[in-house]
């Protein structure tokens, strides 16, 4: 079974932090995302709780606006040993989520939520 | 049943019927490719669209606090799935070919949204061209059947290969 396509329930050895595999992914997505121009990382209360998925809602001015957040999920891998959750919204998406015009995922708040803003060289 | 059991059971059910009209878009394809083209690409493309919504709504349903009721009446899904796909899963596959991977995610996004375009009821005004119901275009009603898909040439050429093959190993590994 490949990395990444499996149960999100079971992961591989975690070598690095939660924390850590977070700034990692959301770096590598600047990388190979040129359109990506921020990604918010939504905390939950739960958020120590092995289980719980790194769940990121990136804006990303490449994908296509639907007036929805839709979150897929995925299972950990080597480099990220966690089960992630990934909504992707177009810019103009964002600002109405922010002014509640677009409801996020049961569970999710801005209100505790960590920032990565698109790194000057990527 | 649960509602996470309910959840789970439908995307049980919804890849293993994306699997199935996966199955039967390889199959039109190598028909179409082996008897001098006498099948309608359209035939093909419309179970390719099939499949890749429903694998779409699989991963969806897996494990996230989606409304099961609203996915359920859903088209759309495959072109916002595409990326967060491409990037969970292929970054350790991908390491130190960060230029690769950009290409193939510009590919990717282009070819899910046209392929989400098929389906009849997307962005029907915009883009009338389907792979099932006939549409009127510039006074002329045009048949699937008669008509090329030039927006999807790129399916035939190594990039969108390349782009089938990640999908079908979507389609292949996922466990519910």
New interface residues.
């Given amino acids: 079974?490949?990395?990444?396509?499996?149960?999100?329930?079971s992961g591989p050895i975690r070598s690095v932090t939660k924390d850590q595999a977070t700034h990692d992914?959301a770096m590598?997505?600047f990388?190979?995302?040129?359109d990506l121009r921020q990604v918010i990382r939504i905390v939950a209360d739960n958020e120590d709780v092995a289980d719980e998925?790194i769940k990121l809602l990136?804006v990303?001015a490449?994908?296509?606006a639907?007036g929805s957040v839709?979150?897929?999920?995925?299972a950990g891998?080597?480099?990220?040993p966690f089960?992630?959750?990934?909504?992707?919204v177009t810019p103009e998406e964002f600002e109405r989520i922010k002014r509640n015009e677009i409801q996020l995922?049961?569970?999710w708040s801005l209100a505790k939520s960590q920032l990565f803003e698109r790194p000057h060289a990527a | 049943m649960t509602e996470d059991e309910w959840r789970r059971g439908f995307a049980e059910a919804f890849i293993a019927q994306a699997r199935s009209d996966w199955g039967v878009y390889r199959l039109l394809t190598e028909q179409r490719t082996h008897d001098g083209h006498t099948l309608s690409v359209c035939h093909e493309l419309h179970y390719l669209q099939m499949a890749s919504e429903k694998l779409?709504k699989a991963?969806?349903l897996?494990?996230?606090?989606?409304a099961v009721d609203e996915l359920l009446s859903k088209h759309?899904?495959f072109?916002?799935?595409v990326?967060?796909?491409f990037?969970?899963?292929?970054?350790?596959?991908?390491?130190g070919k960060?230029a690769q991977?950009?290409g193939l995610?510009?590919r990717a996004?282009t070819l899910a949204?046209q392929i989400?375009k098929l389906a009849p009821a997307t962005d029907r005004l915009a883009t009338p061209e389907n792979a099932e119901y006939p549409w009127e275009t510039e006074d002329r009603v045009i048949a699937p059947c008669r008509h090329e898909f030039p927006s999807l040439d790129l399916l035939r050429e190594p990039g969108g290969r390349a782009f089938l093959n990640l999908v079908e190993?979507?389609l292949e590994?996922?466990?519910?």
């Fill in positions: 079974m490949p990395l990444g396509f499996g149960p999100i329930s992914l590598w997505h990388g190979v995302e040129p998925p990136e990303n490449a994908t296509v639907t839709e979150p897929y999920a995925f891998s080597a480099s990220v089960s992630t959750v990934i909504a992707e995922p049961k569970g | 779409a991963y969806r897996r494990d996230t606090g989606s759309t899904g072109a916002k799935f990326g967060p796909f990037t969970a899963v292929l970054k350790d596959e991908y390491q960060d991977l950009r995610i510009k996004r949204r989400e190993r979507a590994n996922f466990q519910p």
